[in-house]
């Protein structure tokens, strides 16, 4: 069993930042890709980034030059820097985590809300 805890999300005004964190607790042998999805009202869950063990990054073109990913493997935790932020970035962030035993498996936050008022 493992847990994925999300926090750092609020209510921002356009322009402004937050800066999101996740960590993982529980029966964790080796973490491989980590990552953040949003989901906003009736629309499908989406990438905004993710983070290899190596520390490789990947972002949607959405967020691209504002969000920056980052991880602390000694802290099983991942990171979202989110800069520049827009009323459309406006969801409920996920953090994905991938977990290596014989085989990965895929674990979710319960998710925490960005709302980005304009």
């Known amino acids: 069993q493992v847990q994925v805890v999300e926090s750092g999300g609020g209510l921002v005004q356009a322009g402004g930042s937050l800066r999101l964190s996740c960590v993982a607790t529980?029966?964790?042998?080796?973490?491989?890709?980590m990552g953040w999805y949003r989901q906003a009202p009736g629309k499908q869950r989406e990438l905004v980034a993710d983070?290899?063990?190596?520390?490789?990054?990947n972002y949607a073109d959405s967020v691209k030059g504002r969000f920056t990913i980052s991880r602390d493997n000694a802290k099983n935790t991942v990171y979202l820097q989110m800069n520049s932020l827009k009323p459309e970035d406006t969801a409920v962030y996920y953090c994905?985590?991938?977990?290596?035993?014989?085989?990965?498996?895929?674990?979710w936050g319960q998710g925490t809300q960005v709302t980005v008022s304009s």
């Open positions: 994905n985590v991938r977990v290596q035993y014989s085989i990965q498996y895929v674990y």
């Open positions: 529980g029966n964790i042998f080796r973490l491989n890709a």
């Open positions: 983070i290899t063990s190596g520390g490789s990054t």
